[in-house]
């Protein structure tokens, strides 16, 4: 099945660090732009990051920038979201999305594919 799987969510303190993997399945991802967004409870869906397909060019939201790093392993199928020093206000749903011939600009649909989500809390 043609899908992209996210994974590395998980409980962490602030000032804590994840790093979140979006994987492609059944399609080869090295085409696509890729969106990170997240989406908390009450709140409506955020664009967080994305990556053009080869790499060349980032975009961060303001809320994140300087403390996530966005990167892609083409050979591996994968994106990935380093997040460091993360906030209570980072806790959310985070999903990926891939989009062809974009090239990271400005988390507009439509997109080609979802992810399901995987959550991040951040919490003492």
């Known amino acids: 099945q043609l899908q992209l799987v996210e994974s590395g969510g998980g409980l962490v303190q602030p000032g804590g660090s994840l790093r979140l993997s979006c994987a492609a399945s059944g399609f080869t991802l090295d085409s696509y732009n890729v969106d990170w967004f997240r989406q908390a409870p009450g709140k409506g869906r955020e664009g967080v990051s994305c990556i053009s397909s080869n790499g060349d060019r980032t975009n961060y939201a303001d809320s994140v920038n300087g403390r996530f790093t966005i990167y892609r392993d083409n050979a591996k199928n994968t994106v990935y979201l380093q997040m460091n020093s993360l906030k209570p206000e980072d806790t959310a749903l985070y999903y990926c999305?891939?989009?062809?011939?974009?090239?990271?600009?400005?988390?507009?649909?439509?997109?080609?594919?979802w992810g399901q989500g995987t959550q991040v809390t951040v919490s003492s």
């Open positions: 999305a891939a989009q062809k011939y974009a090239y990271c600009s400005g988390f507009r649909a439509p997109y080609d594919f």
